[in-house]
């Protein structure tokens, strides 16, 4: 997709450096996806606050060493 946008100088060239991209388009498109899998964790993160994981009553480390023991 192509885009114009108005971004400041010192920010371009900062993204190039951190991403070490060989173009300004490799570089923002570097920086978009480092963006977007820390936005989707954090999100995962409010998730599992929210809605804390928890094992069941009966789990022992013991049952599952037998389990994944058995499948081989």
Do not use: C, H, Y
Not at 1 to 6: D, G, L, P, R, S
Not at 11 to 29: A, F, R, W, Y
Not at 31 to 47: D, G, I, P
């Amino acid at each position: 997709m192509k885009v114009t946008a108005i971004l400041p100088d010192d920010l371009i060239s900062d993204v190039k450096k951190l991403t070490g991209g060989k173009n300004i388009t490799e570089s923002i498109e570097k920086a978009l996806s480092e963006w977007l899998k820390v936005a989707k964790l954090k999100k995962l993160n409010q998730k599992l606050e929210n809605n804390p994981l928890s094992f069941a009553d009966d789990f022992t480390a013991d049952k599952v060493r037998k389990i994944n023991r058995s499948r081989k």
